[in-house]
C-alpha cells in the first residue's frame, strides 16, 4: 500500500485513475478477500479490480508481464 501511494505521488495520479491492482505474492494476508482487494480500498482505487498473483519467485516477473499486456 505504501509503495502504491508512492507510485501514484511519482506518477501524479490519483487512484480513482487505475484500472487493475496484480499484487505478486508467495503469502498472501489471507486466501479470501485477496491482498490486491487491501489495496484498492486503501489508497482508494475505486474503479480498479484486483487479485493476487501466487507464482513464487517467478511472480514479480511474471505480475510485470500481465500488467503490460
Excluded: H
Excluded at 501524479?12 to 485477496?34: L, Q
Amino acid at each position: 500500500t505504501k509503495a502504491a501511494g508512492k507510485a501514484l505521488e511519482s506518477a501524479g495520479m490519483n487512484a480513482s485513475e487505475i484500472d487493475v491492482i496484480i499484487v505478486a505474492t508467495v503469502t498472501p494476508d489471507m486466501v479470501f478477500p485477496n491482498t490486491g482487494c487491501f489495496v484498492q480500498k486503501q489508497i482508494g482505487a475505486v474503479n480498479a479490480f484486483c487479485f493476487d498473483l501466487e507464482a513464487a519467485c517467478s511472480g514479480f516477473l511474471y505480475g510485470v508481464r500481465l500488467g503490460v499486456v
